[in-house]
């Protein structure tokens, strides 16, 4: 049977500091993971370098994994996630959350290469024939 | 109102695959039949045809405070009309 090679979606739970939580996409479609870049696009010309917008960097990627999280107001009442949320929070939180997704981040794309390397190893030697004792 | 059926309608809902949005929705109705099974009719705005096509699928109607959520048994989409028959999600 062959792979599939859709991404599923699945999400997966992120502990925060304080028992907050981010729920968050498993794995980014390649649409997804073209858009956090693209979406940083300012202008771009051809045969240039594009110019990005320094105001969305490291907001696109958030905004693209989040699903929800548990972040609540000053009331104690829940905030939805929402970009607009996410410029509110003091630096630090942000930061807590940017590197809490390049963590997950990281550790999808390290077992998605070992998972590449047991299927490679796999292809190899099922092409390799059998020695033949004579 | 239909003698003794219910008839749940709103005006926005999505079709999900996991989290993903499936479809866009407007219109919707939920009515049961006389067999006791709940279906949805509902005008769909805007598809992704691959998400639309796996399974399992969730109707999910926004709420201020969270979401009602049916899970989709069948779904035929035809044009713009969607009809589906849905059980509430457990």
């Not at chain 1, 942000?94 to 981040?105: G, L, N, R, T, V």
């Not at chain 2, 008839?7 to 866009?24: D, F, H, N, Q």
């Not at chain 2, 705005?45 to 069948?74: E, K, M, N």
Request: aromatic letters at 6%; hydrophobic letters at 40%; one cysteine or more.
């Amino acid at each position: 049977m062959s792979r599939c090679r859709f991404v599923q979606p699945e999400s997966v739970r992120l502990p925060l500091s304080d028992g907050d939580y981010l729920d968050v996409k498993r794995e980014l479609t390649a649409g997804e993971q073209r858009g956090v870049f693209t979406d940083l696009i300012k202008t771009m010309h051809a045969g240039e370098a594009a110019e990005l917008d320094p105001k969305l960097v490291g907001t696109t990627k958030i905004v693209a994994y989040v699903l929800a999280w548990s972040l609540t107001d000053a009331a104690g009442q829940p905030v939805p996630f929402s970009e607009a949320a996410l410029n509110n929070l003091t630096p630090e939180d942000f930061a807590e959350i940017a590197k809490a997704i390049d963590d997950h981040e990281a550790a999808v794309e390290k077992a998605r290469a070992a998972r590449k390397n047991v299927q490679a190893g796999e292809t190899a030697s099922s092409l390799t024939s059998p020695s033949v004792a004579g | 109102m239909d003698g003794n059926r219910l008839t749940i309608k709103g005006a926005v809902g999505e079709l999900r695959w996991g989290y993903s949005p499936a479809a866009s929705l407007s219109s919707w109705a939920i009515a049961t039949d006389s067999a006791g099974v709940m279906r949805l009719t509902a005008t769909v705005i805007q598809q992704d045809a691959f998400r639309a096509s796996q399974r399992p699928l969730t109707f999910v109607v926004p709420r201020p405070t969270g979401a009602w959520t049916w899970t989709i048994h069948s779904l035929q989409i035809a044009g713009s009309t969607l009809v589906a028959s849905i059980n509430p999600q457990e």
